[in-house]
């Protein structure tokens, strides 16, 4: 919805210099949305016209930023950030704005997607990773599959569908907690025992008639 709305306000105020529109909406964006760090207009490679961006933007890689952007056909593009970990890029292109000599892009933390989760993705058993469509990593770690739980989701979303894996190691207290399986066992202890017992009985009884009738 961002970018829809970016993108019509850039070809709504197209031929007026600075894009102070286009500024103001993104700020307003940025200040909403927590997990976009940056908003930028990017012009094509040999423009005379400097990209325009608002947020955390990285000079370092602005070259390939556009090199990227007007590389290919595709409407919307993700890539994984060169210069900042755990984030990744969203590149939008659509016909109007290709006419206008423009692209949009957002820099994303994929880490502040995970809202008040961090507390349990940073627990030494529990781990998390994040991929985009074509299986490319940019967010945590390779998932343990031995005695671990995996479990592996693509996002619901029409634009940014990454993909989402977890993984949470097995141990022996979290499938036997200590006390209900300490009382399950006294449990089966002394139903045993009882049966053990009541068999050796049953064993000295008949033994006894034997001895009985054979001595009768």
Do not use: C
């Not at 000599?101 to 030494?124: M, T």
Request: charged share 15%; aromatic share 6%; net charge negative.
């Amino acid at each position: 919805a961002h970018l829809t709305a970016l993108a019509a306000v850039v070809q709504t105020t197209a031929g007026k210099s600075g894009h102070e529109l286009f500024q103001d909406v993104a700020h307003s964006i940025l200040n909403f949305y927590p997990s976009i760090d940056a908003i930028e207009l990017v012009t094509k490679p040999m423009a005379t016209e400097t990209p325009t961006g608002v947020g955390a933007i990285d000079p370092d890689i602005q070259t390939w930023i556009q090199e990227q952007a007007w590389s290919g056909n595709e409407h919307m593009k993700l890539l994984v950030h060169p210069t900042h970990a755990g984030h990744y890029l969203l590149i939008k292109r659509n016909p109007g704005l290709d006419a206008l000599g423009y692209a949009l892009l957002l820099d994303i933390d994929a880490a502040r997607l995970l809202g008040n989760g961090e507390a349990l993705w940073s627990q030494p058993d529990v781990s998390l990773r994040l991929s985009l469509p074509d299986g490319t990593p940019f967010l945590g770690e390779p998932i343990e599959t031995t005695n671990a739980m995996h479990f592996s989701k693509t996002l619901s979303s029409a634009t940014q569908p990454l993909l989402l894996e977890t993984g949470l190691k097995l141990r022996w207290r979290d499938v036997l907690p200590l006390w209900p399986t300490l009382g399950m066992v006294l449990l089966v202890s002394v139903a045993y025992a009882g049966i053990y017992l009541g068999w050796r009985q049953r064993r000295r009884v008949h033994a006894a008639v034997e001895q009985a009738r054979i001595s009768g």
